[in-house]
């Protein structure tokens, strides 16, 4: 069963970005996103396969910029304030060096004012394909290099790049970090 997110309308309560940032402190127990029109979604937990997968990614990307000390890896619990205002939060994430080093020690402590370079969605059998492809084409309108969307279900990687078509691909064995993430390849075995 497909369960879509709690999304809440607050036209007329209009969070700052200050109150966003003390919801999400005060209640570490849900996942907060922000849309850019100012509705807050409410994401429910994933289960245990799901989360375990998207540990695996973090830890490749992980061990991947370890060895090259090309930028900043982000796990699924970091919100990124996007240009269009929306606040969102990748599976798993990657910024330049000097990108992330350009930020001010408070903007990198809150909810960094930046779209990551690289970002990596891992679709849960609970969640609305269409609502992650949305996502997807915000990432890419914020400025981000390169998604992937990793979809378990239908056993497709859909890789964003900007100005391009969404390529897919059917049961791909291997994704590249192309010329962006270079050296950077990704088995896909233990998420299709």
């Known amino acids: 069963m497909i369960m879509s997110p709690l999304t809440l309308n607050l036209d007329t309560v209009h969070l ?5 940032y003390k919801i999400c402190q005060n209640n570490r127990e849900f996942k907060f996103e922000r849309t850019a029109s100012g509705e807050l979604i409410i994401m429910s937990p994933v289960g245990g396969e799901s989360g375990n997968r998207e540990a695996d990614l973090i830890i490749d990307l992980g061990i991947w910029n370890r060895q090259t000390r ?15 205002g929306a606040d969102r939060s990748p599976d798993a994430a990657w910024i330049r060096r000097e990108r992330w080093e350009a930020l001010t020690p408070e ?3 809150k909810f ?27 990432y890419m309108d914020a400025g ?3 998604a992937w ?6 056993q ?15 049961l791909p064995t291997e994704l590249s970090g192309e010329d962006l993430l270079p050296r950077f390849s990704l088995s896909l075995s233990p998420y299709l």
């Not at 700052?16 to 966003?20: I, K, L, N, P, V």
């Not at 969307?149 to 239908?154: A, D, E, G, T």
């Not at 497709?156 to 059917?170: A, F, K, L, M, T």
């Open 107 to 109: 903007q990198r402590r």
């Open 144 to 146: 981000v290099q390169l």
């Open 70 to 84: 090309l930028g900043y890896t982000f796990s699924s619990s970091t919100i990124f304030k996007l240009p269009n």
């Open 156 to 170: 497709q990687v859909e890789i964003y790049r900007p100005g391009q078509d969404v390529e897919v691909r059917n």
């Open 16 to 20: 700052t970005d200050e109150q966003f």
């Open 112 to 138: 960094p004012p930046i779209a990551p370079d690289f970002v990596i969605e891992l679709r849960s059998a609970t969640e609305d394909l269409e609502m992650l492809r949305s996502k997807m084409q915000e």
């Open 149 to 154: 969307l990793i979809n378990p279900q239908q």
